[in-house]
């Protein structure tokens, strides 16, 4: 079944616009339905991303309220049980035990997934539409999502060497820290490109932790899809760079760093494409995307060798350089696609700046 027949079916069945009786009592009926509505309108944002499409199911029409956060379990227990842990949720419908039940992490996306519909709403309109304030309003929100997370779905940088932290939860605190950088790079393509280098950055060196740290996360089977849907699209941000640098290289005196305070340097993001392209590289072709992977592998590599070979071109796109591979790198990702300096028709003049 695809996202737009089961968007239609779940409309139809009005899972959408369910109205709760107040004092509300779970059962597992509604909130299974709850959950499902969940999860198709996360799924469906990641679908609208990957197609460049508006999405099938705005926020603005699902009035019904999140799943609860409460344990299978629970959920699955007497009366008694249920209504005990459901008085015991915190005011934002959190569990007060810090726990990661199966529902907490969609709940948590879903957060993510509402702004990100909002940024859609803005992205994919008249360009003529797009308020520099309404989406510095939109960072702002994201900023907050992100600081409101329960810490059990946190990422920090130790959690790679902490042996007490599962694969299961390093792999969730991960795809959180994505999904937010992922809103972020949304939102800095909106505004200006000194900031999206660095969401670049961060969003291509998370994405990379999942190959690097394999052992530990090879239990899951997804990582060609989050290479293609969150490190490339970052990496032609840095490929940009490399080719017609505009923020490592310039006169303010300011250096450009990472949320950490850390310098992006010219020599850090060679490290990261180096990476990036090792990623890519294990992705086999006949695997799902394998082509794409193939093509976005070589651009890296050839980006990679005129930079340290040659250095920045004041216009790669006129100087005679000739690539050996096609100039059309078809991601069929309109929202994600980040390579469109390949085309003979980009304009290096209108590239947006710093400010």
């Not at 999405?55 to 344990?71: E, G, M």
């Not at 934002?92 to 990661?100: F, I, M, S, T």
């Not at 879903?110 to 909002?118: A, G, L, P, V």
């Not at 990623?279 to 394998?290: A, C, D, H, R, T």
Request: with cysteine.
């Amino acid at each position: 079944m695809s996202n737009g027949e089961t968007v239609s079916l779940l409309t139809f069945l009005g899972l959408h616009v369910e109205q709760t009786k107040k004092p509300y009592k779970p059962t597992l009926a509604s909130e299974l339905r709850r959950r499902l509505l969940l999860k198709v309108f996360c799924i469906d944002k990641v679908v609208a991303a990957i197609t460049g499409r508006p999405p099938a199911l705005s926020r603005r029409y699902v009035l019904t309220p999140l799943p609860l956060d409460i344990s299978d379990e629970v959920l699955a227990g007497d009366e008694k049980t249920t209504a005990k842990a459901t008085s015991s949720l915190d005011a934002q419908g959190w569990n007060p035990d810090g726990a990661l039940y199966s529902v907490t992490m969609w709940r948590a996306r879903y957060r993510f997934m509402q702004i990100r519909d909002e940024i859609f709403e803005v992205a994919l309109g008249a360009e003529s539409s797009i308020s520099g304030d309404a989406v510095r309003a939109l960072k702002v929100k994201e900023l907050k999502a992100a600081a409101e997370l329960p810490i059990i779905m946190q990422f920090d940088e130790s959690d790679i060497r902490n042996p007490k932290i599962s694969g299961q939860i390093l792999y969730i605190r991960l795809l959180m820290l994505l999904e937010h950088l992922q809103n972020l790079f949304f939102i800095e393509r909106l505004l200006n490109r000194r900031e999206l280098l660095a969401v670049s950055y961060e969003l291509t060196s998370a994405t990379l932790l999942f190959w690097t740290n394999m052992d530990g996360l090879g239990f899951h089977e997804d990582f060609q899809w989050l290479v293609m849907a969150y490190a490339a699209p970052g990496g032609g941000i840095l490929c940009l760079e490399l080719l017609q640098p505009a923020v490592t290289t310039n006169n303010t005196g300011v250096a450009v760093t990472d949320s950490k305070g850390n310098p992006i340097t010219r020599s850090s993001i060679v490290q990261v494409l180096s990476l990036l392209v090792g990623f890519l590289k294990w992705v086999g072709p006949q695997e799902v995307n394998g082509n794409i992977c193939l093509g976005c592998r070589n651009i890296v590599q050839r980006v990679l060798d005129e930079a340290l070979n040659m250095g920045p071109r004041s216009n790669p796109a006129v100087d005679g350089t000739e690539w050996d591979f096609p100039a059309q790198l078809d991601f069929n990702f309109d929202l994600l696609d980040t390579f469109e300096w390949m085309r003979p028709e980009f304009s290096w003049s209108e590239m947006p700046s710093q400010d």
